[in-house]
């Protein structure tokens, strides 16, 4: 009999930027989206003043200075060393495990049924706390869906289990009675739109989800939805999936800290942006066989003229090779640029993604040159992983972007920066 236990870091962005300042331990904070636009992430005491996400920062400010609350721009190395180190813990509970997000992963307890696994889930809640200092809670039932939703009941206090919900143990009565009091909306895919046209048709708590007609749900909807449902009957239908399937495209984009109008910081900015997806490329062991560039105003703005355009451009041959991408990228950059606009953001996109391995080169390909510039791509991704990222760089890349987002309230890397450890003082 398979079973799921669902771990989710509580408040997370915002419980980081706490975590290494005690004199925020009951100060309402709030994280920013990119350059520091709207609220992404909200601390419980945020929650409790019925702040809703998304609100853009400027409209907070006289609200924050009423209530003190605190803005920290995205800290994303911090998050995610904070996150690795979260899933480095949960994998002594168990050797099967899916990092489902940053601050979520699916734990198999299969072969755990002869424990108490409420008081294992306890367990796991007070290691995390204690070696890391996180709080989470833990959902536990006999299905990816019903485990995210255990997970929701464990936040909420529902069944009286606080921190940790044990579907497992819950009779079929009980669990009757609690499904008849939570929204269809809480329920794992179930977003807006279905959310809406359920409601439409009656089907208003996630038992109606429950007990509607299979057959009926899925000519009306998908069969994704009928697997949902046959999920909260206790029908695992979902495996965990524990290696992470190669991404099809990978994009790299990024609204500006400031207008651009000259055609070199867009090169620098497009260059910098397919650096970034290269490494990626590479991290996968994969070659790209088409590169997409695209460049836009912003679409808001009422005193600017607007402007948008992309452009694809088919590789000679498949490559992951950051100075083959840049040179191409930048000729389709030439071609798409038009003086006399503020530009806001710019973006890259590899496509027709293949495994290195399955490449098909041209009959006329030098594979020594190829095996060289392999060579160099490995050794340039192994020395900015150890000294830093742009350590080394194609020229087009400049050392400093005034065009990067805004991040005016940004806390220190704590965990990845030598400059940012955190300093005591002895008395």
């Known amino acids: 009999m398979p079973v799921f236990a669902l771990v989710d870091c509580n408040n997370f962005y915002a ?6 300042d005690p004199r925020l331990v009951d100060t ?9 636009g709207c609220v992404v992430a909200r601390s419980a005491e945020v929650k409790a003043l019925g702040i ?13 200075k009423r209530y003190g609350i605190v803005a920290f721009s995205s800290n994303y190395e911090l998050y995610a060393d904070m996150s690795d180190r979260v899933v480095e813990v949960l994998r002594g509970f168990t050797p099967n ?27 796991i809640r007070q290691r995390i706390q204690v070696w890391l200092g996180l709080a989470v809670c833990v959902g536990i039932a006999g299905s990816k869906t019903l485990a995210k939703l255990a997970n929701h009941c464990a ?6 289990q606080f921190g940790v919900c044990d579907f497992t143990t819950i009779s079929p009565a009980e669990m009757t009675a609690l499904l008849a009091r939570i929204e269809v909306g809480e329920v794992w895919g179930v977003g807006r739109k279905i959310h809406a046209r359920l409601q439409e048709m009656g089907i208003k708590t996630v038992l109606d989800l429950r007990e509607a007609d299979a057959e009926m749900i899925r000519s009306r909807f998908s069969v994704v939805l009928e697997r949902t449902l046959r999920e909260l009957r206790g029908i695992s239908c979902l495996d965990l999936d524990e290696v992470v399937p190669d991404k099809q495209q990978i994009m790299c984009s990024r609204s500006f800290g400031q207008y651009i109008y000259r055609l070199p910081e ?15 490329l590479r991290a996968q062991d994969s070659l790209a066989g088409a590169l997409m560039v695209f460049i836009r105003t912003n679409p808001f703005s009422e ?7 992309s452009i694809t451009l088919p590789l000679p041959d498949p490559t992951a090779d950051t100075r083959i991408l840049v040179q191409c990228g930048l000729q389709a950059l030439k ?29 006329f390909a030098d594979s020594g040159n190829t095996l060289r510039n392999d060579h160099l791509m490995a050794t340039m991704d192994r020395i900015n992983q150890k000294w830093g990222r742009g350590m080394l760089r194609v020229a087009v890349e400049r050392a400093q972007h005034p065009w990067q987002m805004k991040r005016g309230h940004m806390s220190s890397r704590y965990t990845t920066d030598w400059a940012g450890l955190p300093k005591v003082w002895a008395k």
């Open 335 to 363: 071609r798409i640029y038009r003086q006399g606009y503020a530009y806001q953001k710019a973006g890259v996109m590899l496509c027709n993604l293949c495994p290195h391995s399955m490449v098909q080169t041209s009959l």
């Open 266 to 280: 867009l090169e620098d900015a497009v260059a910098s942006y397919i650096a970034r997806a290269a490494e990626k």
């Open 28 to 36: 309402p904070v709030v994280v920013l989206s990119n350059n520091d």
């Open 52 to 64: 809703p996400m998304g609100v853009p920062w400027f409209k907070l400010k006289d609200t924050a």
């Open 97 to 123: 495990l899916e990092v489902y997000s940053i601050d979520e992963s699916f734990l198999d307890l299969s072969g755990f049924m002869h424990l108490d696994l409420a008081a294992y889930g306890s367990e």
């Open 15 to 20: 419980s980081c930027e706490k975590l290494f």
């Open 155 to 160: 936040k909420k206090g529902y069944a009286g």
């Open 303 to 309: 005193n600017e003229p607007k402007y948008q355009n």
